[in-house]
């Protein structure tokens, strides 16, 4: 009974990636903080793999690289206000370093957007006016981030009943649970 809602949550994901505006392209990503406090932020979805894994691009630099090599038990949340529909991925992340892959991704990113990661200093760092960013030229901070679900929760908010279920992995085997919304 659960399939219908996970073919359409699958489904969601994809045209994350895939569909000009639809909501599922930004995510809130949920890491542990070095000192032990939750950090969120936004990222953009860029590949949903045939076996559900998600991947971001970010810079290798940033304190979010940080914090997986620490903890790579990470959260993403999507929602979509049309749908009311959210989905919670809980996951590991994983670090791609292969330097063929990173290549081939990183061929495939606007000149425009190549400036998120080729700056002079590391994301986050203080300086004294946005106008002065100095950028590398031959050399970039590009990296990827999968993180493979262990557990992704689906809530529909709905009348008369919201939907809310539970998606867990075990070995390769999707199995769920209704939950109470």
Same mark, same amino acid.
């Given at each position: 009974?659960?399939?219908?809602?996970?073919?359409?949550?699958?489904?969601?994901?994809?045209?994350?990636?895939?569909?000009?505006?639809?909501?599922?392209?930004?995510?809130?990503?949920?890491?542990?903080?070095?000192?032990?406090?939750?950090?969120?932020?936004?990222?953009?979805?860029?590949? =949903?793999?045939?076996?559900?894994?998600?991947? $971001?691009?970010? &810079?290798?630099?940033?304190?979010?690289?940080?914090?997986?090599?620490?903890?790579?038990?990470?959260?993403?949340? $999507?929602?979509?206000?049309?749908?009311?529909?959210?989905?919670?991925?809980?996951?590991? +992340?994983?670090?791609?370093? &292969?330097?063929? =892959?990173?290549?081939?991704?990183?061929?495939?990113?606007?000149?425009?957007?190549?400036? &998120?990661? *080729?700056?002079?200093?590391?994301?986050?760092?203080?300086?004294?006016?946005?106008?002065?960013?100095?950028?590398?030229?031959?050399?970039?901070?590009?990296? *990827?981030?999968?993180?493979?679900?262990?557990?992704?929760?689906?809530?529909?908010?709905?009348?008369?009943?919201?939907?809310?279920?539970?998606?867990?992995?075990? +070995?390769?085997?999707?199995?769920?649970?209704?939950?109470?919304?």
């Amino acid at each position: 009974m659960t399939d219908q809602f996970f073919e359409e949550l699958k489904d969601h994901l994809h045209k994350g990636v895939h569909k000009k505006g639809h909501p599922f392209r930004y995510a809130v990503l949920g890491t542990i903080g070095l000192d032990n406090t939750p950090a969120i932020r936004n990222i953009v979805l860029r590949q =949903v793999t045939d076996n559900l894994c998600l991947r $971001f691009y970010t &810079d290798a630099r940033s304190n979010k690289l940080q914090q997986i090599k620490e903890n790579n038990q990470v959260s993403l949340l $999507f929602y979509d206000p049309k749908q009311m529909l959210q989905v919670k991925v809980e996951g590991l +992340a994983t670090i791609i370093n &292969d330097k063929e =892959v990173l290549q081939k991704y990183w061929s495939g990113v606007q000149p425009n957007s190549r400036k &998120d990661y *080729i700056t002079s200093v590391a994301p986050g760092s203080a300086i004294s006016n946005p106008d002065v960013v100095e950028y590398l030229e031959k050399e970039n901070h590009f990296t *990827i981030v999968e993180i493979t679900p262990t557990r992704i929760e689906y809530l529909k908010l709905k009348r008369p009943n919201h939907i809310r279920i539970q998606f867990s992995k075990t +070995a390769a085997i999707w199995n769920s649970t209704f939950l109470v919304p």
